[in-house]
């Protein structure tokens, strides 16, 4: 969240969920890239995919280092994505669970 913001806590709560309500009823993987290419800069969204390409690699245990290699995401990222994986909302996890079942 930006600092400078005039909203509340609660405003700014109401907006999050207005967010994710709208991508939650999103239907097939075209309507969320299209969202997507609206809500984010090119640049957002390649550190999106980034970081979820990462956690396909942590889920097999490769070393950051390689991941790097075949991805070219920091290793600073990596570590990021895998301390979330680790310690983190549970996102990912719900994510990876979703899709694999």
């Known amino acids: 969240m930006k600092p400078n913001r005039n909203e509340s806590d609660h405003q700014q709560q109401c907006a999050e969920d207005a967010l994710f309500k709208a991508m939650a ?19 957002e969204l390649q550190a999106l ?9 942590l889920q097999k245990q490769l070393p ?4 790097h290699d075949l991805t070219g995401v920091s290793v ?3 570590g ?14 719900t ?4 899709i694999s079942h």
């Open 76 to 78: 600073t990222t990596i």
């Open 80 to 93: 990021r994505v895998a301390r979330c994986l680790a310690d983190g909302a549970g996102g990912y996890r």
């Open 25 to 43: 009823v999103l239907q097939s993987t075209k309507e969320v890239r299209i969202f997507f290419k609206d809500l984010c800069t090119p640049a």
């Open 49 to 57: 995919v980034d970081r979820w390409q990462v956690v396909e690699y």
């Open 95 to 98: 994510a990876i669970d979703i």
């Open 64 to 67: 950051y280092r390689k991941i």
